[in-house]
């Protein structure tokens, strides 16, 4: 391909791309694709010479658009969000096209400094002091799980990337049932194991860890000659939207001298919006936190924003210097893979700053308030129904309900109903062991009118 047919492809492609969200609503939400359909199509073997772009573009809309699922509907109301407004996708086409490996200052400078300022906008957008600094990860997980080893090396006077666990005896974390399975994973991946995972009894659904749950398990555990590491708290879980109390989990913390982290993954969007912030109340005085512009801010996937009290713990738990990794002369300057996992990064702010100011600070306010209200109304709605009980009533815009008096077994069906038929896109959860459907607002797009067709939607399959 030369440079002319990328111009000319470009076009087509952004063409392409209007038709196709334009035309999102006509489109079943979930794919309908059975497993192995799309594998039956693809060749078992590789092209031994070149084909046209026409073809491959063509293949493209016959092989693989069926099996999308839509994420950018805007009645996709399952899991959560994963917005990629406009603007952030045109930075991304950007950054695919400089294609440059932004690791260290040098090998992108620009790329660095507007990270540096970017996640300084996001920090005072969700109103967090200014002894917070920020890094982008790739997804929440990451953040959880470096946030995880800095409690590990923290706890264990930083001997366990030198020594390996073996020697320092076993670390504990804390944590609600409520936390993403991501906590659970970062845990295992930093060796401390699953049995070391402790989990603190919670005070119902919707509200976090017991503090005074919490103290004695850490007081128990020191007694008992564990080594009690961090605490990972959550503000907006997963299942049901739980949120810790963010100022009686610090409070803890402090008293134990123990790491903190934060996991706002969706939630933290929202605390753009000063009104939500009761929701973590507190949380200035967590180690670190994390939360997705990738998920309800619009930021296409991925884009997750890190903010850490002391990034030399981190630094100090992960960076490498390797000789080749030098910046010879240079001083003050951050060098970012020394701030995650992986040493390769793309130039993700570059997306935020697109956003940002296409839509500036308000704009996206907008978006969430409405989010939020159309949730609460909709729960409203159908919690007057007969052939609904909301379970949980909306933490921002994530509620769940279920059809009254059935069992699990229909809850799964109507689910399944529900996304065989298409309008709309729903996920079940858990709640106290029995299976709820899950809803949740947030798709840019979405409009009032996309919550009416879910409502007549809902009542029209429950009567069915
Ligand atoms: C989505 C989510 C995660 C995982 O986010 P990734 O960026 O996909 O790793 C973690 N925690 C919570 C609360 C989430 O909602």
Redesign the pocket.
Known sequence: MNWDDFAHWGRQIADWGRDYHQGLRARPVRAQVRPGDVAAQLPETPPELPEEMQQIFGDFERIVMPGITHWQHPRFFAY?PANAAPPSMLAEFLVTTLAAQCMLWQTSPAATEMETRMLDWLRQGIGLPDDFHGVIQD????A?LAAVLVMRERATGWRVNEQGLGAQGRLRIYASAE??S?VDRAVWVAGIGRENLVRVPTQGPLRGMDPAALADAIKADRAAGFIPAGIVA?T???GTGACDDIAATVAVARAEDLYLHV?????GAAMICSEYRSLWAGVEGADSVVF?P??WLGAQF?C?AHFIRDPEALVKTLAMRADYLLTPGAQDIIDYSEWSIPLGRRFRALKLWFLIRSYGMEGLRGRIRNHVNWAENLAARLGALDAFEIVTAPVLSLFTFRLTGQDDAAQLGFVERLNNDGRIYVTQSRVAGAVVIRFQIGQFDCTQADIDVAFDVLTELARA
């Open positions: 959560f997804s929440a997980s990451s959880t936390v993403h991501s959550c907006g879980g997963t996991d706002a993954a969706w939630a997705n990738h998920k991925d997750s």
